[in-house]
């Protein structure tokens, strides 16, 4: 079975940048919908960024548009997620899911629900 696994996460300041990657262990996870999701403490799971299948279709939420990039790379098994400009609001746990249920969806897809693989999440905290 497909596993996720997430890194990249850590402490910096506000401005700053880090880049998350998310690894799978089966070549069959470059066939699949991806999504990044943050959930700060008391606050809802909520969507990030998404990337169909092929990588030629992506989502941004509002708040990161424009700051954050969703990539994948079929070769090295990845989906990343550069987030540049960092700021505390930032802040939160993130976490990268596939949605193995659907191969060469030509679709993103923006509610955890549609989502039925996740990875153990990494933190991310942006200080001011």
């Known amino acids: 079975q497909v596993q996720l696994v997430e890194s990249g996460g850590g402490l910096v300041q506000a401005g700053g940048s880090l880049r998350l990657s998310c690894a799978a262990s089966?070549?069959?996870?470059?066939?699949?919908?991806m999504g990044w999701f943050r959930q700060a403490p008391g606050k809802e799971r909520e969507i990030v960024a998404a990337?169909?299948?092929?990588?030629?279709?992506?989502y941004y939420a509002d708040s990161v548009k424009g700051r954050f990039t969703i990539s994948r790379d079929t070769a090295k098994n990845t989906v990343a997620l550069q987030m540049n400009s960092l700021k505390p609001e930032d802040t939160a746990a993130y976490y990268c899911?596939?949605?193995?249920?659907?191969?060469?969806?030509?679709?993103?897809?923006?509610?955890?629900?549609?989502?039925?693989?996740w990875g153990q999440g990494t933190q991310v905290t942006v200080s001011s």
């Open positions: 089966e070549r069959t996870f470059s066939t699949y919908a």
């Open positions: 990337i169909n299948w092929s990588g030629g279709s992506t």
């Open positions: 899911a596939a949605r193995t249920t659907t191969r060469y969806s030509r679709q993103y897809y923006l509610n955890p629900n549609d989502y039925n693989l």
